[in-house]
Structures are given as structure tokens and as C-alpha cells.
């Protein structure tokens, strides 16, 4: 994320925004308690301040999520989502305006509890790396499956404790509620849900080497599965991709399909259906 905080602070303006709210020269008491965790000669809060930090990256993690939810959500229900789910009995009258609106309280709200995750990133107590030097061009490659493969069985099993009584009731209904999903459905969760399925995500940097440029890509790629999953068309309709298939039936019947990317934890843990 810090090459993301760069290309904010030098080219969208982040930079001339915080020289104006907190100019070096300024003599308030909030501007010289800030400075004091780092300040450079165009504001009172340098680039490498905490708090400059955290604040810019909510601002960037909670847009781009957004922008990405709304892009590819009306791509997929223009071009992709089966418009015959409006005619279901279980579809909810003014169904797509309610998971707009749940989302767009959940992106932010979710935002708030992620980002010390961006935060511990970006000052270096992960083990992202810059240079595909640092280890090899076949590492490079193979990072993307190993990704994979740790945060597909972990979320399989968060998602499965999130079914459970105490768990569902106060976190996963929410996004039960929408027993025959549009691609708007995609971030249509309580914050802490989605946040809890999304802990693999975060945790994967802290264990695993993780090239910066792979990293954006990634989240990039994790917001946009989750939209297709829940676009309500079968293009994958096969024994080991998880798509839009299994997570219909997910909806539908609650108690199956739980996997985010596979179907294998599904069937070892017996709540595969097809």
C-alpha cells in the first residue's frame, strides 16, 4: 500500500490537502501534537506520519472498494446477472437499492477496523517486498496460488463458524437477507462479517513473502470475485471453482457451499451441493 499512498500524495493531491489543512507553519495546538510524530516543510504531518497515513489510507481503501463495488457491479448486472432472479418468489421488493444501501454502510464501517492491517503494512512490519529479485521470478509466480490455497481453507471455515447460532444471528443474517442475490448483494454484509472473512487476506503478508504490485492486484481481484459470485449466472458451473453456481445455492439453502474460490473444503467437510 505505500506505493499506493505515493501515487496519492504526488499525483491525486493528497500532498497540496494536507500542506493546506496542516501547514508546517501553523501554530495550533492539534497541528504541533501531530507534527510531532514526523513533519516536513510543506505540512506539519509528513508522508511517513502516522496519522497522515491512516487517514489517507481509509480514504483510498474505502473509495477504491466502492468504486470497484459499483464498476463491476453494474458491468456484471448488465452483462452477466440472470434477470430472470426478479421474477422469484424469494426476490425482495426493491431488493437492489436495500444492498446498495447495506453496502455502502458497510464499506466504510468495515474500513475503519481493516486498515491498522494497511497501516502495520505499510510501516514495514509485514513481509510485502518491492524488487521480484528479492526472491526470484518462480517465486513471483507461485506466490498467487500459495495466496490461494491459505486463504481458501480458512475462510471455508470462518465462513462455516459465521452459520453458527451465536455467530449467524448477530453477524451473518444480515447478509442472508438476500435469498436470491444481485452482483449489489456482493458487499451487502454486516462490517464485522466481511471483515472476519477477510482476515486471511490480511494475515497472508504477515507469514508469506508478498510482492507489493501482486498485493494490489490481489485486493483488486478479491473485491471483483466477490462481486461475480453473487452476479446469479452459472458461467462456472463445474466440480472445483466455486462461482456463481455454488454460491446461489449457498443463499438459497444456507447450509452449503461455504468455500470462497473452490469447492474442495466443501467436500471434505461434506456441505458440498450441486
Known amino acids: 500500500m505505500d506505493i499506493v499512498l505515493e501515487i496519492f500524495d504526488k499525483y491525486v493531491g493528497f500532498d497540496y490537502f494536507y500542506g493546506t489543512v496542516f501547514p508546517a507553519s501553523s501554530n495550533s495546538s492539534l497541528s504541533s501534537f501531530l507534527a510531532s510524530y514526523g513533519s516536513d516543510t510543506n505540512s506539519a504531518l509528513a508522508r511517513d506520519n502516522i496519522f497522515r497515513q491512516a487517514t489517507s489510507l481509509y480514504i483510498i481503501t474505502a473509495l477504491s472498494a466502492i468504486l470497484i463495488y459499483f464498476f463491476f457491479g453494474i458491468l456484471s448486472y448488465l452483462f452477466v446477472f440472470d434477470h430472470r432472479t426478479f421474477d422469484h418468489p424469494k426476490f425482495i421488493r426493491n431488493q437492489i437499492s436495500l444492498e446498495i444501501k447495506a453496502s455502502l454502510i458497510s464499506i466504510p464501517c468495515m474500513t475503519v477496523i481493516t486498515v491498522p492491517w494497511f497501516l502495520a503494512e505499510v510501516r514495514g512490519y509485514s513481509k510485502m517486498y518491492g524488487s521480484i529479485s528479492d526472491h526470484g521470478i518462480l517465486y513471483f509466480f507461485l506466490q498467487f496460488p500459495l495466496f490461494l490455497a491459505f486463504t481458501d481453507p480458512l475462510i471455508y471455515f470462518i465462513h462455516r463458524a459465521l452459520h453458527s447460532k451465536y455467530l449467524y444471528k448477530r453477524f451473518h443474517k444480515a447478509h442472508h437477507k438476500w435469498i436470491m442475490p444481485t452482483p449489489f448483494a456482493s458487499h451487502a454484509f454486516h462490517p464485522l462479517d466481511g471483515y472476519l472473512q477477510s482476515l486471511p487476506y490480511h494475515i497472508f503478508p504477515f507469514i508469506f513473502p508478498l510482492q507489493k504490485h501482486a498485493y494490489i492486484f490481489l485486493f483488486v481481484f478479491v473485491n471483483i470475485w466477490t462481486v ?44 458440498y451441493i450441486r
Open 228 to 271: 461475480l459470485i453473487h452476479d446469479g449466472e452459472y458461467l462456472s458451473n463445474d466440480p472445483i471453482i466455486n462461482g456463481a453456481a455454488c454460491h446461489s445455492l449457498h443463499h438459497l439453502k444456507f447450509n452449503c457451499n461455504y468455500g470462497q474460490y473452490t469447492t474442495l473444503f466443501d467436500r471434505l467437510g461434506g456441505s
